[in-house]
Each structure stands twice: as C-alpha cells, then as structure tokens.
C-alpha cells in the first residue's frame, strides 16, 4: 500500500454506538491530522499529531477523541455521536521541519450517525 | 486569524474552455499557498503549490501565482477537459500561526463541472 489509507470508507451508526476510525500512513512522515469536510462548509482541522503528541485541538467536542499510537496510524474514537456529526472524515499526513508544508489525504471515512 | 475565500460554484464550463477560479487569502504570518482537487468519492490530492512570493505552481496544465500585493492565488487553465471536473479547493498554511506541524486553512471548494 502507498500513500494514505483509510478505513473503514464508509460506517453508518446510531448516536449511542462506539466505533473507530482508523489511518494509517505510508509516507514516513512524522505529523498527522484529521479534518472534518460537511456539506457547504470548509474543512474543518480537528487534530494534529507531530511526533506522536498531540499538538492542536480545535475545540473539538470529547465525543471525538484521536489516538496516535505510534507516527505511521492514526485513530479517531467515536462515542455518543449526534446526527449534525454526519461528514466526510479526512485523514492527512505530512513530514514536519522538510519545509514544504505539503499534506497528504487519504480518501476519507464516511460517517452517517442516525 | 488566517482566512481563505474562493468563489463558489458550481462553474460549468464547455470542453477546450478556459478556466480561472479565483482564490484570495489573509494570513498572518508568511503563508504558503495550495491547491487541492477532490474527484467524486475519493479524498484531496494536491494539484499544485507555491510557497513564496511571485512563485508559479503548475501541474497537469493547471497554473497558480503566488502574488503577495493583491494576497490572491487564482487557479488557470488554458483548455479545460471534462475529466476536470471535481471540486477544487484553495488552502494555506501558515508557518507561523501555530509553531511545528500545523494544519491547513482550506476555503470552501469551487465545484467545476465540464460539459462536452
């Protein structure tokens, strides 16, 4: 596998379910993030990892809470959903200090919560 | 705090036409600019980038120049196919907005619709 993946592509679940989403990337690259793309509305950054450690949350609700195991996967949790959470979930990468700021999608996870 | 605006779609535009879209920014620091398309059902892969002043960015045909005075990153192309057709979104990234890796600040995509 190459680039940025995701899985699962597409996860439809109700607002009490407990489900993950998962990234993993195959760049090399040392900083991850995830986006939150709704109808009508720019991406939205929701977190960033750099080296494993989480270094923005943009006032993201806890219902969302991101894991980063180690630099190559990304994990987003979800719990207690409500249906405005329903979205196309993006996954990027890049390598931090190269100079070139340049970030890398994967193809995203589409979320339905009923 | 960092902005971007694009114009909103959709844009419909015959095959062999020429395409601008145009994209303009505020930032706070020394940005570099981006633009990303997203084909039906897949992510965002980048078509092209500048990261100073007076600088072109170009790929596939598509062309983009960095110009600082008017704080503007307009998107061309000289004969547009209809495998074009996608949403495309201007982004920046503001080296020193947030310190390390920060994210992108993306505006709300153009949707391009090419008709044979």
């Known amino acids: 596998e190459t680039g940025v993946t995701q899985t699962p592509r597409h996860l439809v679940m109700g607002m009490t379910n407990k489900k993950s989403l998962k990234c993993e990337q195959h760049l090399g690259h040392n900083a991850m993030y995830w986006y939150k793309q709704s109808a009508k509305k720019p991406l939205e950054l929701m977190f960033v990892y750099s080296l494993e450690e989480r270094v923005e949350n943009n006032s993201v609700p806890s219902r969302f809470s991101p894991e980063c195991p180690n630099s190559s996967h990304l994990f987003l949790h979800l719990h207690t959903l409500q249906p405005e959470d329903s979205a196309l979930y993006l996954c990027?990468?890049?390598?931090?200090?190269?100079?070139?700021?340049?970030?890398?999608f994967g193809p995203g996870t589409r979320l339905t919560v009923l | 705090g960092n902005s971007v605006t694009q114009m909103e779609g959709p844009v419909t535009l015959s095959e062999e036409a020429f395409l601008t879209i145009n994209c303009t920014y505020t930032?706070?620091?020394?940005?570099?600019l981006f633009w990303y398309v997203q084909y039906p059902g897949e992510g965002l892969q980048l078509l092209l980038k500048?990261?100073?002043?007076?600088d072109k960015g170009s790929n596939k045909g598509f062309e983009a120049t960095y110009r600082k005075e008017t704080t503007s990153f307009h998107l061309e192309k000289g004969s547009v196919q209809v495998s074009d057709s996608a949403v495309y979104f201007c982004?920046?990234?503001?080296?020193?907005?947030?310190?390390?890796?920060?994210?992108?600040?993306f505006g709300k995509g153009t949707h391009l619709i090419i008709q044979p």
């Open positions: 982004a920046l990234s503001d080296m020193y907005s947030g310190g390390g890796a920060d994210g992108l600040t």
């Open positions: 930032a706070t620091g020394y940005p570099s």
């Open positions: 990027a990468s890049s390598q931090e200090g190269s100079g070139a700021d340049t970030q890398y």
């Open positions: 500048a990261t100073k002043a007076d």
